[in-house]
T-cell receptor
Framework: GDSVIQMQGQVTLSENDFLFINCTYS??????LFWYVQYSGEGPQLLLQ?????NKGSSRGFEATYDKGTTSFHLQKTSVQEIDSAVYYC????????????FGDGTVLTVKP | NAGVIQTPRHKVTGKGQEATLWCEPI?????VFWYRQTIVQGLEFLTY????????DSGMPKERFSAQMPNQSHSTLKIQSTQPQDSAVYLC????????????FGAGTRLSVL
């Protein structure tokens, strides 16, 4: 079945550190891939999405590249800030599915000033 | 645009009581989704509607849980005979129902079953 794997449950960084969060997926065909961010007390909100394989998505300094070869969609940011502290979810909409998203377990990012 | 509105924000029920959670999707959005969020299970898909019709309820527990969308402006998730393991944040989301369209989530209803 469809699945999304985020190995890092928690990441703690200092301001201006480099961020890298692993995400791999398993499905048939070409899914649409997403990163959502959830701040305390709020619902998840879209950070970026990529529909086409080998394309890169970017938003607010975050980047992720849809790598069909390695079935990965890792999230990166060159220099994190304290306001980036949140939970980050990798998600996938399978090619055969017009609706629901399958989410990874989430990564809690804490950025210390 | 107020976004997806979920009420109540917090609900406390006793074991065995019924809980009804409400969702008002973004105006013009024709797809509505329900997810459950817990520390242990993360974000779990429950069910979704398109143009008020149920499309996929594969994530709904077979007993005690039901969802409806009586009109385009609201959906409800009902849990009968609530149990402590039903305690979670229930999230509603809406979208324009096209494959590439974004899901917009509400802030969620935190259900606590004592």
């Amino acid at each position: 079945g469809d699945s999304v794997i985020q190995m890092q449950g928690q990441v703690t960084l200092s301001e201006n550190d480099f961020l890298f969060i692993n995400c791999t997926y398993s499905t048939t065909g070409y899914p649409t891939l997403f990163w959502y961010v959830q701040y305390s007390g709020e619902g998840p909100q879209l950070l970026l999405q990529v529909t086409t394989a080998n394309n890169k998505g970017s938003s607010r300094g975050f980047e992720a590249t849809y790598d069909k070869g390695t079935t990965s969609f890792h999230l990166q940011k060159t220099s994190v800030q304290e306001i980036d502290s949140a939970v980050y979810y990798c998600a996938m909409r399978a090619y055969t599915n017009t609706g629901k998203l399958t989410f990874g377990d989430g990564t809690v990012l804490t950025v210390k000033p | 645009n107020a976004g997806v509105i979920q009420t109540p924000r917090h609900k406390v029920t006793g074991k065995g009581q019924e809980a009804t959670l409400w969702c008002e999707p973004i105006s013009g959005h024709s797809a509505v989704f329900w997810y459950r969020q817990t520390i242990v299970q993360g974000l779990e898909f429950l069910t979704y509607f398109r143009n008020q019709a149920p499309i996929d309820d594969s994530g709904m527990p077979k007993e005690r849980f039901s969802a409806q969308m009586p009109n385009q402006s609201h959906s409800t998730l009902k849990i009968q005979s609530t149990q402590p393991q039903d305690s979670a944040v229930y999230l509603c989301a809406s979208s324009l129902a096209l494959r590439q369209n974004t899901l917009y989530f509400g802030a969620g209803t935190r259900l606590s079953v004592l």
